[in-house]
């Protein structure tokens, strides 16, 4: 075994939460590493299903050691909610087995307040952000002003730094013509958290070392995908942080040497919620048919999801952004009955073909797919265990994808339930 880092290869939703949950029950502790609660990881274990915002999905197993890492954006709120929900499903939540990073920026009211207003105000050009304060609380990070977890346990400096952010957000605020917020009651409202949260405040570069220096492995949960990235990302429409595999160790204080192995959790075809450049979006019938069967509605928003084809340019520019060993191919199943699939080879682009995402703002948007067609299948394959198991034409997609990508798919989803995985 070795240390893990999983991440979305594509534009997130591909089912990371699952695979996650899989290879946390063999890891001694899971860590987040960047993105906030605009992260939404759906588990299914024995019909039931748990969604996760920002606690690891490896809280589901018992005796794993969940982190949340210094590069996350915590909203206190929300982690206490996630905790209640879990703790009335039985489940160990206890600061034994669960700690944040003194180091983590907490989410405060203004930063939504900020992020809903900025996105009204974009008529037309809207990002689609999740509307959950990712933006402005990674902008205050950057700017040296924000608050960090770790702030909680001294009620002085918590007044302080809300109240000097309060002096500039009302102003914008305002020019938003959104209500201005009162700096006591932002205060009162989070110091009224921090007994209960402080106990989870945890150095979690050391409880990571510790780990490791007792053979433990590590798993390194990426949320969002390669193309959101803030630096890599078809920018503009991207989230604000960093959510190459690169990030695991910058946003959990380990160094590089401690990534062995990187998983690219690959959906059989693509999607992407919010505004930006989408080649192989499917605007017919075939759309509809892969939201409906998918299920693709967001877990955080619940916004229907934009559905297409396999797209194997964006996931070679993954495959080398992240330095992908493995890839989790998910939701195989979703594609039964559909008379052929596609697989987007190429782009064509002012004329020419090209293997790569050209790289101008708003180039995205101009090309065209080449695709290249490979029979569909009618079997139902949601009970198959093993590759073996799989019919010839599910077979054929799988290893095309495995020669366009070049990297092993190792492991393939065939249904939302933890038990059907083909593991290979
Ligand atoms: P933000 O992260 O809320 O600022 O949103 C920026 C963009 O990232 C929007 O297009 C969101 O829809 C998208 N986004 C953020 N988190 C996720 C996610 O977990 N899955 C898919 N898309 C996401």
């Not at 997130?12 to 695979?19: Q, T």
């Not at 050391?206 to 007792?214: A, D, F, G, P, T």
């Not at 999801?305 to 992240?322: K, M, P, T, Y």
């Not at 191919?329 to 020419?352: F, H, M, S, W």
Request: glycine share 10%.
């Amino acid at each position: 075994m070795a240390n893990t880092v999983i991440i979305g290869a594509q534009w997130g939703d591909e089912g990371k939460g699952k695979i996650v949950d899989i290879l946390s029950a063999r890891s001694r502790a899971i860590v987040r590493f960047q993105g906030g609660n605009n992260a939404g990881h759906t588990i299914k274990v024995q019909g039931k299903e748990t969604i996760l915002h920002l606690i690891p999905s490896g809280i589901l197993n018992p005796g794993t050691l969940c982190l949340v890492g210094n590069g996350v954006v915590l909203d206190p709120h929300v982690f206490l909610q996630e905790v209640e929900q879990l703790a009335s499903k039985g489940i160990d939540v206890s600061p034994a087995r669960l700690g944040i990073s003194k180091k983590a920026h907490l989410i405060l009211p203004y930063h939504k307040s900020l992020d809903q207003a900025r996105e009204a105000k974009r008529a037309g050009r809207k990002i689609g952000t999740t509307g959950r304060g990712i933006g402005p609380c990674y902008e205050d990070k950057a700017a040296r002003v924000g608050l960090r977890a770790g702030d909680l346990l001294d009620a002085d400096l918590v007044r302080h730094k809300i109240s000097q952010a309060l002096e500039e957000k009302n102003i914008l605020l305002r020019a938003y013509n959104f209500d201005p917020l009162d700096a006591d009651s932002v205060t009162q409202d989070l110091l009224a958290l921090a007994p209960t949260l402080t106990p989870y405040l945890t150095e979690v570069e050391s409880r990571l070392q510790e780990v490791q220096n007792q053979g433990g492995d590590i798993l390194f949960e990426g949320a969002q995908g390669s193309h959101l990235d803030i630096d890599h990302g078809t920018y503009p429409f991207v989230t604000s942080s960093n959510t190459v595999a690169g990030n695991a160790a910058a946003g959990t204080g380990l160094g590089p040497s401690s990534l062995n192995r990187i998983v690219g959790i690959v959906k059989a075809y693509t999607t992407r919620v919010g505004s930006g450049p989408f080649p192989t979006e499917l605007l017919d019938d075939t759309g509809s048919y892969l939201r409906t069967a998918g299920h693709e509605f967001g877990a955080t928003t619940g916004r229907p999801r934009r559905c297409g084809w396999l797209d194997a340019v964006i996931l070679r520019e993954s495959v080398r952004l992240n330095g992908l060993t493995d890839i989790a191919l998910t939701k195989l199943d979703v594609l039964q009955n559909l008379p052929a699939l596609q697989i987007c080879v190429a782009y064509e682009y002012q004329g020419r073909r090209c293997n790569y995402l050209p790289q101008e703002e708003g180039a995205l948007a101009k090309v065209t797919p080449v695709y290249e067609e490979l029979p569909g299948f009618e079997d139902d394959i949601s009970t198959c265990t093993a590759w073996t198991d799989l019919p010839d034409t599910v077979r054929v997609y799988v290893q095309r994808i495995e020669e366009l990508l070049d990297v092993r798919i190792a492991f393939i989803s065939v249904g939302p339930d933890r038990s059907q995985t083909i593991e290979r």
